[in-house]
C-alpha cells in the first residue's frame, strides 16, 4: 500500500471541510496539508509498527514484518518465530562474545522491542544471517538504495 494515499486523502478530506469556510480557509488548508504530509506519514508509519509490536507479542507461530520500500508499505507474514532448535530446546552450544557496551545497549533495546529475550534476537539474527546466500563481491563502482523522484 502505498503511504501517499493515505496522506492524499486526508488532505483531500481537510480541504473539503475548509470550503465550508471559503477560499482564504481552503488556501490555509492546502498549504498546512503540504507541510504536514511528511509528518503524518511518519505518523502512519508509527501507527502501522506498534500494529506489528503488538501481533507480534502475541505468543503465536506467525510474526509480522512491516517493510518499507519508498512510498510502498508492506506487512509481510513469516512462520518462523523461533530458529530451528529454539522451539524444540536444543540450545546447549556457548559462545562466549565481548562487544562494546553501546552495541550489547543496542542489541538489548532491538530485543526488547521485538518482545524476545536478548539470547532469542540474537539467535534468531544469527539464524537469519547464516541462511542468507553468500552474495559474490562486486567490483568496480555500483550504487546500492532507494531513489524517488
Known sequence: MLISHFVEGVAEEFESLAELGGEELVAAVRRLSAASSSVLATQLLGALNEVVAEFNARDTATTLELRLAGDDVS???????????????????RIALRLPEDLKARIESLASKSNVSTNAWIVRTLH??????????????????????
Open 75 to 93: 506487512l509481510v507474514p513469516s512462520d518462523d518465530r523461533e530458529p530451528a532448535g529454539e522451539a524444540s530446546g536444543e540450545l546447549s552450544a
Open 128 to 149: 537469519h544471517a547464516t541462511e542468507r546466500p553468500v552474495s559474490t563481491p562486486r567490483t568496480g563502482n555500483y550504487l546500492r538504495g532507494t531513489g524517488r523522484s
